[in-house]
C-alpha cells in the first residue's frame, strides 16, 4: 500500500479521534474531578491520571456527611457549600418539567403538523409562517412578559410555569419539524384506511403515528433537552427548591466563592446523566428522524 492511499485511509480516523477527545475532554476532567479528594484538585504539578480516588464528594451530596479530606486538611466546612445538596430535587423538577414538555409537543406538536401537512383552510400559509418566525424571537426578548403573564396567573415556582414558557418556544420547531416528515408520508396510506371506515383522527394515530415513530422520537428528543438545559427562564420564574430545576442549582453552586470544586463538579456529573440516558435510550429513533428530514427538498 502506497503512503499516499494511508494518508489518505488513516487521515479521517486520526481527525475523527481527536475531534472525539476535544469533545469528550471536558467531560473526562469533570467526572474525574467528581471523585477526587479537594487537595488533590489543587496539587502543583497537577496529576493528570489520580492516584487517590474517592466517592466523599457523592457521599456528601446524598447523605450530607462531610468529605473527610476537609477535617484532614483543616479546611473550613464552609467551603463545601450545602446548596449542592439541593442537586437531587432539582433533577427530579427538571425532569418533571422536561417529560411535560416533551409530551405536550408530542401531542400537540404532532395534531398541528399533521393539520398543516394534509388540511387546505383559508390562513394556513400566513399561520405555519408565523409558527415558523416565532422560532426565530430571542428568547429574552420576552422575558419580562412572560414573567409579568405567569405572575397574574399566580403560577410563579411552580412546575406549570416552567411547562407553560418551554411549551411555547419548543412547539413551533416541533411543528416544522414534524410537518416535514408528515409530508413524506404517502397520502395513499390513509385512504385506504379511510375506505375502511377510519376517521382522520384513527389514520393519524393507526397509520401515521407508527410510521413516523422516529421523527416522533426526535421532536420529542429536542423538546425534552430544550426544556432540561432552560436557565433564564428558571431563574425568573422559579425561587425556591420546590421548582428550581438543575441549571439553576448548578450555577448557584459554582458561583460561591468558597464551594468545593469537588462538589460541583459532582453536580455537574449528575446533571449529565438523564440527558445521556435519554439519548441512548432514543439514538436510533433520533439518527433516522434527523436523517430523514435533513434529506428532504
Known sequence: MSGRRVLRSGLPVVLSLALAAYILAPFAWVALSSIQPEKELFRVPPRWIPRVLTVDNYRFVFTGRFPAGYEETGIARGRISEKARDALPALRNSTIVAVSVALANLVLGTLAAYTFSRLRFPGAGPLYSFI?????????????????????????????????????????????????????????????????????????????????????????????????????????????????????????????????FGVVAVTVVLTMLPPVAFAMAFRRYITRGLITVTTTR
Request: hydrophobic residues 55%.
Open 132 to 260: 415558523l418566525a416565532s422560532r426565530l424571537l430571542p428568547p429574552m426578548a420576552v422575558a419580562i412578559p412572560y414573567y409579568l403573564i405567569v405572575n397574574r396567573l399566580g403560577l410563579l415556582d411552580r412546575y406549570a410555569a416552567l411547562i407553560l414558557i418551554h411549551t411555547v418556544f419548543t412547539l413551533p420547531f416541533t411543528v416544522w419539524f414534524l410537518t416535514v416528515y408528515f409530508r413524506r408520508v404517502p397520502p395513499d396510506l390513509e385512504e385506504a384506511a379511510f375506505v375502511d371506515g377510519c376517521t382522520r383522527l384513527q389514520a393519524l394515530v393507526r397509520i401515521v403515528v407508527p410510521v413516523t415513530a422516529p421523527a416522533l422520537a426526535a421532536a420529542t428528543a429536542f423538546s425534552f433537552m430544550f426544556s432540561y438545559n432552560d436557565f433564564p427562564f428558571a431563574l425568573f420564574v422559579t425561587s425556591t427548591i420546590r421548582s428550581q430545576t438543575i441549571p439553576v442549582i448548578v450555577a448557584n453552586t459554582a458561583i460561591n466563592p468558597d464551594v468545593s
